[in-house]
């Protein structure tokens, strides 16, 4: 059995862990909120957009576009991946990179193997440089700093490169946000885009109302989404409208397009800061939690153990009393 010495030294290092985890779980939360409140601004924009551009589409019947184009022979992909920069924030990290590993292993065992990686976030560039992949940049401060400008210079170059012929396909992986206690891990394909209205308003499911994670919110969320969807449908009928285009068809799609890919760039980095912050939160509560426990394990074993002491003391003292 450990000495009372020993104890107390070990119940003063978890409570300082704890003082630790339980900061990092307040910072991660505020971060959580500043991420949320930008989603929520960006959502207006996001939402309209869609909309306009593909009910334009649905309305249009000859309407065509290069970054829509379905390309049978792929030979060369490009991978738009997002991680985070720094660690304790869970699995994270980790199954963002596991998922990058499968589709590169999917892709080669197709017998392609002219994949490029574009890393956000220093995690998933250190790992694709140690695994030998090629990549098209360090793009560790965007993760960071989520910047627009910049998400629109990465989209630009894919898109180019796309309609050049350089990529035949390019997804996103990323982490997609729905609440504080779910982030979904995704794969989804950014060229050749979909201009189908089937989707619009799919991924506009996040919970932006909360920061606890609990089953009460997750049932709530559950509702809300289905609930959006219903919503998004009945709104998609309304807009198939007849459009009076100037000054040609294929100047506005020259426009219109290259708006919706930067904004799904920038989305899903919003998305991907704001899982990683919330990952963080639950990692650290979770942290704080298991020091709580360990904290009244160990001061119940202290105070058996110094009951016991004195016990000894006592029996010591009688029995000595009794001898003389």
């Keep these: 059995m450990p000495s009372l010495k020993e104890i107390k030294t070990r119940i003063a290092s978890v409570q300082s862990t704890r003082k630790i985890t339980s900061a990092m779980k307040m910072v991660a939360s505020s971060k959580l909120h500043h991420a949320q409140t930008a989603i929520q601004n960006m959502l207006p924009y996001e939402n309209q957009l869609e909309h306009i551009l593909k009910a334009f589409l649905v309305s249009v019947p000859d309407a065509q576009s290069k970054f829509d184009e379905e390309r049978n022979d792929v030979k060369r992909v490009a991978l738009i991946v997002y991680s985070s920069n720094s660690s304790l924030c869970g699995g994270f990290n980790g199954n963002v990179i596991r998922m990058m590993q499968q589709a590169v292993e999917g892709y080669k065992a197709q017998g392609i193997t002219d994949i490029t990686i574009y890393p956000i976030g220093r995690k998933v560039y250190e790992k694709a440089r140690k695994l030998g992949y090629a990549t098209a940049g360090n793009f560790v401060e965007l993760a960071e700093k989520p910047n627009a400008r910049e998400c629109s210079g990465i989209a630009t170059e894919v898109a180019e490169k796309f309609a050049n012929h350089e990529y035949d396909k390019?997804?996103?992986?990323?982490?997609?946000?729905?609440s504080a206690g779910s982030q979904i891990l995704t794969r989804k394909v950014f060229l050749p885009i979909d201009l189908s209205t089937e989707n619009i308003g799919l991924d506009n499911d996040r919970d932006l109302?909360?920061?606890?994670?609990?089953?009460?919110?997750?049932?709530?969320?559950?509702?809300?989404?289905?609930?959006?969807?219903?919503?998004?449908?009945?709104n998609v009928k309304g807009l198939n409208d007849d459009f009076?285009?100037?000054?040609?068809?294929?100047?506005?799609?020259?426009v219109l397009i290259p708006k919706l890919l930067n904004l799904m760039v920038y989305t899903a980095l919003l998305d991907s800061t704001a899982s990683e912050h919330a990952a963080r939160m639950v990692a650290m509560q979770t942290a704080t939690d298991n020091a709580d426990e360990l904290l009244r394990g160990l001061n119940l074993q202290y105070n058996k153990s110094r009951q016991a002491a004195i016990t000894n003391e006592l029996l010591d003292i009688v029995g000595g009393s009794v001898n003389n």
């Design 170 to 178: 390019v997804e996103l992986i990323y982490h997609h946000f729905k």
């Design 244 to 254: 009076i285009v100037e000054p040609d068809l294929e100047s506005v799609l020259s």
């Design 209 to 234: 109302t909360s920061n606890i994670a609990t089953a009460k919110a997750q049932e709530y969320l559950r509702k809300k989404g289905e609930a959006s969807r219903r919503s998004s449908t009945e």
